[in-house]
């Protein structure tokens, strides 16, 4: 992997904000392989690029009308020259968000036609209360700092 891959990857993360930002179902759905996995984190599983983009598209016309999502890009890891593991943390909001509470992990792939797209995806929402209950009490369970 190179310099070129990881700007490619970047700009694959931007187009998919750039089309939840206009509220693009397709545009959105179009940034996943045809047989990717979405968990979103509220559990919903959707699969392949159509039903991603049809069922944001159905979100972004109803509750999720006028929002924005906001990502930062934690780190990428890059497996092969064509596998890559994306770590992000954002927030879908309207307006400026007031923190950046959901953790997203995505599997980017080079797809047939050489294109990077999102083979999987598994969001979270960050739980800080219970993770600090859980280091005070399982101090070991504390992630090393990165």
Known sequence: MNAIDTTAIRALIELTQDAWNRGDGA??????????????YVGTVYHGGTEIGQAHQALFDTFLKGTRLTVEILEIRCYGSDTAIV????????????KLGKLATYTVV???DGQWRIAAVQKTQHKPFMEAVSFKFQPATRPAVR
Request: with cysteine; aromatic share 6%; proline share 3%.
């Open 27 to 40: 545009a959105y759905g179009a940034c996943f392989t045809a047989d990717a996995t979405d968990v979103t």
């Open 87 to 98: 770590v992000t943390r954002g927030e879908s909001s309207k307006g400026e968000p007031k």
């Open 110 to 112: 080079r797809d047939t």
